[in-house]
């Protein structure tokens, strides 16, 4: 047997697990997921090539043969140590050849439970726990069946075999589930699969959890547990704008978590890490999907080291290499260390762009620890945002006070919300004034700088005490009172304007 371990798919948060392999003297082989050419096939390949940049080493790389037995047969002249599922995609192809290969992993037997969503439901009804109704729709008649079936106009209609939030519409009504269907039932999934299955579920109302575990031997343990900060567009497309840890577990969150070990163990999961996503509503909690990998998002080894004392690829590869860790880990009592956010951005319309705000602006908070800002300055267009796949960007706040991280967060969600145009313009960071005649030769100067190095100037400015000619002139603020909350959001970035 080698010191190889295979990681199928090592995208988004896996891409950690390289590292993490490398530290304990093994040797990292990518398998990449086979996916036709087409949408989702673009979207990987980018994210590969972005993920791949930053390898400094000598690596091996397999690529999927569509013919399982070819690449069964590869991997086994590899003679691997392990084989991990990385992202989402290496699901499948992970858990087949960890199976096959007489490996720790989870039963190729539940690839079902642990993929299609209509599997998950119907399990979760099989042994009595509490479940959305759901039902699988091939036909608009199959739409209207379900809403009346069960007596309610807010629905969901997603993917059976989804990611990221992609082709997930809430819906209200007969003409927008109907609008949503016609538009979701020729699209491509995010797996490239030839037969996309659709699913109309009812909509649960509360707050939406994620409770990330790791299984050995059929008994879950807790890594850790964050809640979402979501948005509904007018469009009925769902996006992510955030995440923050839950620091302490409250009785409705002990519920949850203890919901959450029931969900795993009745989909089989015996081996392996589930991502699962939940809804706390005055019934309690309920299960929306599980995703039977390391959570998403791209987070980053020391974000997460700071936030919790470990990172989550590292206790799942241990705890899979040995299960006395993973028995050890167990004891431990759910306690970060600190208190994290995720500020995930979006764009609420396709527009053009000339300037970046948003680069001094992150920077310049006390919390801010890292993020991947794709648009920012290498582009002149965005496009509206319409699910994970296509936000704007994304930072990770973490400090020793949590009130400055919450702050840091709430600013920022803020300045998306109200102020767009400080983190992607095409026009002047300030208004001007409605009469020519008091547009001044400063003024107008102020009106032409581009917003990153006008924004990177005026905190500059308060950073220095506010000292000095102002950089943005009095009448120019005082023209509009969209100005002069401007001015002050940048000072309160520098540290010098409360509010």
């Not at 979402?228 to 007018?234: E, I, P, R, S, T």
Request: proline share 5%; aromatic share 8%; glycine share 8%.
């Amino acid at each position: 047997m080698t010191n190889k371990i295979v990681v199928a798919e090592p995208m988004s948060t896996a891409f950690n697990f390289l590292e993490d392999i490398r530290q304990r003297g093994f040797e990292p082989v990518i398998l990449e997921a086979y996916i036709p050419e087409g949408y989702a096939r673009s979207l990987m390949d980018a994210e590969r090539e972005s993920k791949y940049s930053r390898i400094d080493y000598p690596i091996t790389i397999i690529r999927e043969n569509p013919e399982y037995e070819e690449t069964l047969k590869e991997i086994r002249e590899l003679d691997p140590f392990l084989v991990l599922v990385g992202g989402e995609e290496g699901v499948i192809i992970g858990t087949r050849l960890a199976n096959d290969l007489g490996m720790t992993g989870n039963p190729a037997s539940n690839i079902d439970k642990m993929t299609q969503k209509s599997v998950m439901h119907r399990t979760l009804q099989e042994v009595g726990l509490r479940s959305i109704r759901f039902m699988e729709v091939f036909s608009c008649e199959d739409c209207l069946r379900f809403m009346e079936k069960i007596g309610s106009e807010d629905l969901v209609l997603k993917h059976d075999h989804g990611v990221a939030s992609v082709g997930v519409h809430m819906v209200h009504g007969r003409e927008e589930v109907l609008e949503a269907f016609r538009q979701e039932e020729t699209a491509e999934n995010m797996f490239g699969e030839e037969e996309n299955r659709l699913i109309l579920q009812e909509r649960i109302f509360g707050e939406e959890y994620i409770v990330n575990t790791i299984s050995r031997n059929g008994i879950p343990a807790l890594t850790s547990v964050f809640k979402y900060y979501k948005k509904q567009l007018a469009s009925g497309a769902i996006i992510y704008r955030g995440l923050e840890t839950v620091m302490e577990l409250d009785k409705k969150e002990r519920e949850l978590v203890e919901y959450a070990f029931e969900t795993v163990r009745a989909l089989g999961i015996t081996d392996g890490p589930v991502h699962g996503e939940y809804m706390i509503d005055e019934k309690g909690p309920v299960l929306i999907e599980v995703n039977c990998r390391a959570m998403g998002g791209s987070a980053p080894v020391d974000f997460l080291d700071k936030v919790f004392g470990y990172h989550e690829t590292d206790v799942i590869l241990e705890s899979m290499l040995d299960s006395d860790y993973h028995s050890e880990f167990l004891k431990r009592t759910y306690r970060p260390l600190r208190k994290g956010y995720v500020k995930d951005f979006y764009s609420d319309m396709d527009k053009p762009i000339s300037s970046s705000g948003i680069i001094p602006i992150v920077l310049n908070l006390r919390s801010y620890n890292s993020g991947w800002l794709e648009n920012a300055g290498k582009t002149s267009f965005l496009h509206e945002t319409v699910d994970l796949e296509t936000e704007t960007g994304c930072v990770y706040l973490v400090h020793d006070d949590p009130e400055v991280t919450k702050k840091d967060f709430e600013l920022l969600m803020l300045i998306e919300e109200k102020y767009p145009n400080l983190l992607h313009s095409d026009s002047p960071l300030f208004i001007p004034p409605e009469k020519n005649e008091d547009i001044t030769p400063q003024i107008r100067k102020t009106l032409e700088k581009d917003t990153e190095s006008l924004i990177t100037d005026i905190i500059a400015f308060y950073r220095n005490g506010a000292k000095g000619e102002p950089i943005v002139p009095v009448a120019l603020l005082e023209s509009n009172p969209y100005n002069r909350e401007v001015m002050e959001l940048l000072g309160e970035i520098a540290g010098s304007v409360g509010r």
